[in-house]
């Protein structure tokens, strides 16, 4: 019989002591120290024994062998597909995080659906509703037909021995991991030691079964799936589903991904009819946008494989406080800092006395410094009152010396604009015949001062605000 010992298990990190503590010496939170009894067994869930035990030898293989992996398996749900780096491979573990509400029980079960009716054979366990309640959801997206197996259950030893009756599913969705409890742990569901061990004993049954399982998981108020971090080095890929409030799209986001590319993104559109796909995301994000305003620039970026366009707005506005505000929202706000000190370095922008609030549209976080060029662009423009020419694209990352460095995939993103009907690009000294074959008008600019000339030379003079007149 399995013996229990007590240990005390940061509940944020999962770092164990053998006594409590206020504060957690490996992550600094404090009061998150709990007890927990945990069962000491052996290996596979047989009891431990006292003393030495012999291991038990095993074939090796070389690397010459045949593959016997299956291909893999499309769900027929094209932008989680291209995240997943083309569909499902045999016995994967996928760790699927967002907020509540934002829709990632509403796309497993659309993904479950289509896999369903392919003629495979799909599993949806669910630990947080009844089956009455999944069925509802299926019954308002239109899919009660598709023969999907559901159930309602949090043991993890229970699911596995259902799920190793008959044909082996080919794809199990836990709906979530944080209701998950098995019992060779003592403690309660969501605990750290309950989330990892209930993890353990699926993630073994996929591996050894091939099954592709799809864990979902809750979230903390940073962001971060809640549980151990250990859960995440264990499975093969970790997807973020993201979304804002007042917008009415999802953007799938590859954080790890050990069979595909981690820099892929899928966009959804959160409809009464669930969630449709966004094959085409630049009509999507600049859809709406201000053609006479100043302060607004359009970036062509990249979203792995995928060139995507995307609105850069800017405000400048004088300053009543002795230290202005800098507000951005999705761009990195150092790197705002760093072309706000380019732009009074290197081609006289004095911004010291001006708030500067900074907006990429529709609320997509962009990563790459390519946007360097277009939010430069759209800062100079604000503060002249000069209205950049509404069919014009930039990209390009400046330097700290003021210089505009090329980026990569300029053809995929000159391609992209020409399709949306742009016919001007303004861009970094590339190589001319890459950017003749899209037929684009191409500005190539090698110093941001340029550029800054150009756009204040058509704009109108502004007050110097009472904050910099003493500069």
């Given at each position: 019989m399995a013996r229990s010992t007590t240990t005390f298990v940061c509940q944020s990190c999962g770092a164990t002591y053998g006594r409590w503590q206020g504060k957690c010496e490996s992550c600094g939170a404090w009061n998150t120290i709990a007890e927990e009894n945990v069962a000491t067994t052996g290996v596979g869930g047989a009891p431990a024994k006292g003393g030495k035990t012999r291991g038990r030898a095993f074939a090796l293989a070389g690397l010459d062998g045949l593959n016997d992996q299956a291909p893999r398996t499309e769900t027929?749900?094209?932008?989680?597909?291209?995240?997943?780096?083309?569909?499902?491979?045999?016995?994967?573990?996928?760790?699927?995080?967002?907020?509540?509400?934002?829709?990632?029980?509403?796309?497993?079960?659309?993904?479950?659906?289509?896999?369903?009716?392919?003629?495979?054979?799909?599993?949806?366990?669910?630990?947080?509703?009844?089956v009455g309640q999944v069925r509802?959801?299926?019954?308002?997206?239109?899919?009660?037909?598709?023969?999907?197996?559901?159930?309602?259950e949090t043991n993890v030893e229970d699911i596995v021995a259902t799920l190793s009756e008959?044909?082996?599913?080919?794809?199990?969705?836990?709906?979530?991991?944080?209701?998950?409890?098995?019992?060779?742990v003592e403690s309660a569901p969501g605990t750290v030691s309950q989330v990892r061990s209930a993890a353990q004993v699926l993630i073994r049954y996929a591996k050894k079964s091939g099954a592709a399982v799809i864990l979902v998981g809750h979230v903390t108020k940073d962001g971060q799936i809640a549980g151990p971090r250990v859960v995440e080095h264990m499975v093969d890929a970790v997807m973020s589903f993201e979304g804002e409030g007042g917008h009415h799209f999802r953007i799938l986001r590859a954080v790890k991904n050990r069979f595909g590319p981690t820099d892929e993104i899928g966009v959804f559109e959160m409809t009464g009819k669930g969630l449709r796909e966004v094959p085409n995301p630049s009509e999507l994000f600049l859809a709406g946008r201000d053609l006479g305003a100043p302060g607004t620039a359009v970036f062509a970026g990249m979203e792995g494989t995928r060139p995507v366009l995307v609105e850069i707005q800017a405000l400048v506005a004088p300053s009543t406080l002795g230290t202005p505000r800098r507000a951005v929202v999705g761009w990195?706000?150092?790197?705002?800092?760093?072309?706000?000190?380019?732009?009074?370095?290197?081609?006289?922008?004095?911004?010291g006395g001006y708030d500067v609030y900074l907006n990429v549209a529709g609320g997509l976080r962009i990563a790459e410094p390519a946007a360097d060029l277009a939010v430069a662009a759209a800062l100079v423009s604000s503060l002249s009152g000069a209205v950049l020419p509404a069919d014009a694209v930039y990209f390009g990352e400046v330097s700290l010396s003021g210089a505009?460095?090329?980026?990569?995939?300029?053809?995929?993103?000159?391609?992209?604009?020409?399709?949306?009907?742009?016919?001007?690009?303004?861009?970094?000294?590339?190589?001319?015949?890459?950017?003749?074959?899209?037929?684009?008008?191409?500005?190539?600019?090698?110093?941001?001062?340029?550029?800054?000339?150009?756009?204040?030379?058509?704009g109108v003079a502004r007050e110097k605000p009472k904050a910099a007149a003493g500069e």
């Open positions: 027929q749900v094209g932008e989680l597909d291209r995240v997943f780096g083309g569909g499902l491979v045999k016995g994967s573990v996928i760790l699927i995080g967002g907020d509540p509400g934002i829709g990632k029980s509403t796309l497993l079960i659309q993904a479950s659906a289509r896999l369903a009716r392919m003629g495979h054979r799909v599993v949806y366990i669910s630990g947080e509703e009844a509802l959801r299926a019954d308002r997206l239109g899919l009660t037909a598709s023969p999907v197996e559901l159930a309602a008959g044909i082996t599913p080919r794809l199990v969705v836990i709906d979530s991991i944080q209701t998950m409890w098995t019992d060779s990195d706000p150092a790197r705002l800092s760093m072309v706000l000190a380019v732009l009074d370095a290197h081609c006289g922008v004095r911004l505009v460095r090329p980026v990569a995939q300029a053809a995929a993103r000159l391609k992209e604009a020409k399709k949306l009907g742009f016919a001007k690009a303004v861009v970094p000294e590339i190589a001319r015949g890459e950017m003749s074959e899209t037929g684009l008008s191409v500005q190539a600019v090698t110093g941001l001062s340029t550029l800054v000339a150009d756009i204040a030379a058509s």
